[in-house]
């Protein structure tokens, strides 16, 4: 069981949908046409820069990007101002490009399965953890922003 502990983090999660979603791109049912290249690649490489802003941050504020760790401060300022959940937004953006990228419609719904998951597996406990560190300032943070976006 330690073994598969070890891989609950949410790039393995992403990996497997990314790789689920391209399978799927296989199916002949295109819906996204010749311009899904450039918006597929356009929201993988948004993805990307909003996960290295939000990381760079939380590297700055020295507290951690592992979940399940305990968080060393509250980041509420430039990217985390507009979510409580950059990192994990980023990797939806990721997602949804691979999607539109590989022309995939029957993967889209894997997006919101995605996302799911990433609150159940982490956001609620990272929730939790950061209520339990910075109390009302978490409230307060919480209470005018949002989870996702």
Same mark, same amino acid.
């Given at each position: 069981?330690?073994?598969?502990?070890?891989?609950?983090?949410?790039?393995?999660?992403?990996? @497997?949908?990314?790789?689920?979603?391209?399978?799927?791109?296989?199916?002949? &049912?295109?819906?996204? =046409?010749?311009?899904? =290249? +450039?918006?597929?690649?356009?929201?993988?490489?948004?993805?990307?820069? &909003?996960?290295?802003?939000?990381?760079? !941050?939380?590297? &700055?504020?020295? +507290? +951690?990007?592992?979940?399940?760790?305990?968080? @060393?401060?509250?980041?509420? =300022?430039?990217?985390?101002?507009?979510?409580?959940?950059?990192?994990?937004?980023? *990797?939806?953006?990721? &997602?949804? =490009?691979?999607?539109?990228?590989? *022309?995939?419609?029957?993967?889209?719904?894997?997006?919101?399965?995605?996302?799911?998951?990433? !609150?159940?597996?982490?956001?609620?406990?990272?929730?939790?953890?950061?209520?339990?560190?910075?109390?009302?300032?978490?409230? *307060?943070?919480?209470?005018?922003?949002?989870?996702?976006?």
């Amino acid at each position: 069981m330690n073994a598969l502990k070890a891989l609950d983090y949410p790039p393995i999660w992403l990996a @497997g949908f990314a790789v689920l979603a391209w399978a799927l791109g296989a199916v002949p &049912l295109r819906l996204f =046409g010749p311009s899904g =290249g +450039t918006v597929g690649a356009g929201l993988i490489g948004a993805g990307l820069l &909003l996960m290295l802003a939000a990381a760079a !941050q939380m590297l &700055l504020a020295r +507290t +951690t990007i592992i979940p399940h760790r305990e968080p @060393g401060a509250l980041v509420t =300022g430039g990217v985390f101002r507009l979510s409580r959940n950059p990192i994990y937004l980023a *990797d939806a953006l990721v &997602l949804a =490009g691979v999607i539109v990228l590989r *022309d995939a419609p029957l993967a889209v719904p894997l997006l919101p399965l995605f996302m799911a998951v990433i !609150q159940k597996r982490f956001i609620f406990g990272e929730e939790a953890r950061l209520r339990a560190a910075f109390g009302p300032d978490f409230a *307060d943070y919480a209470a005018r922003t949002r989870r996702w976006l």
